[in-house]
T-cell receptor, first 113, second 117 residues
Framework: RKEVEQDPGPFNVPEGATVAFNCTYS??????FFWYRQDCRKEPKLLMS???SGNEDGRFTAQLNRASQYISLLIRDSKLSDSATYLC??????????????FGQGTELSVKP | DAGITQSPRHKVTETGTPVTLRCHQT?????MYWYRQDPGHGLRLIHY???????DKGEVSDGYSVSRSKTEDFLLTLESATSSQTSVYFC????????????????FGPGTRLTVT
């Protein structure tokens, strides 16, 4: 079983739709959580960190449930430019050695006109 | 955008030849990482560095070595390239303002596309 698991997709949605991505992680020692976005053949870019209380950035809302070891990302009013692969990422922190990120395999989103 | 560059951006090499990829940062961040990304596997950590001359292995370190003699440069070497090392290689940097997980952020370079024939 992979340490971070995501819906593989692809998700094909019309412009304006609301879409939700789910992610589960298996290591309860994971300490921080993130969503990254990756466009085709480009580097991953940090979309947002995820906090226990839930956090919102414009059309994007991320939530964390530590008890269920579950992370979600909600995108409202989808735009064509949201088409990308979304990576769920958890951090394992090692004292004095910094952090290691563990990546899910990503969920592909395609927003159609 | 974080100041991270990778060189070369594309390389084709033959099996058995040594290859060195360079990652350069202008952010003075303490931590640096090398990943590879392959279809069906996602991003996997090869090696990382937590300071000058301080490095450690990631999950797929066999066949790779690294060196960090200066804060700004992190080199990845394939001693004898194999076809299984054909991949896209990403360098990343990070810093934690509080030296803990709560303020941790990691940023990626543009990647190097390596083909071993």
């Amino acid at each position: 079983r992979k340490e971070v698991e995501q819906d593989p997709g692809p998700f094909n949605v019309p412009e304006g739709a609301t879409v939700a991505f789910n992610c589960t992680y298996s290591n309860s020692a994971s300490q921080s959580f993130f969503w990254y976005r990756q466009d085709c053949r480009k580097e991953p870019k940090l979309l947002m960190s995820v906090y226990s209380s839930g956090n919102e950035d414009g059309r994007f809302t991320a939530q964390l449930n530590r008890a269920s070891q579950y992370i979600s990302l909600l995108i409202r009013d989808s735009k064509l430019s949201d088409s990308a692969t979304y990576l769920c990422v958890v951090l394992r922190w090692g004292h004095n050695q910094g952090g290691k990120l563990i990546f899910g395999q990503g969920t592909e989103l395609s927003v159609k006109p | 955008d974080a100041g991270i560059t990778q060189s070369p951006r594309h390389k084709v090499t033959e099996t058995g030849t040594p290859v060195t990829l360079r990652c350069h940062q202008t952010e003075n961040h303490r931590y640096m990482y090398w990943y590879r990304q392959d279809p069906g596997h996602g991003l996997r950590l090869i090696h990382y560095s937590y300071g000058v001359k301080d490095t450690d292995k990631g999950e797929v370190s066999d066949g790779y070595s690294v060196s960090r003699s200066k804060t700004e440069d992190f080199l990845l070497t394939l001693e004898s390239a194999t076809s299984s090392q054909t991949s896209v290689y990403f360098c990343a940097i990070s810093e934690s303002r509080s030296e803990g997980p709560s303020s941790y952020e990691q940023y990626f370079g543009p990647g190097t596309r390596l083909t071993v024939t």
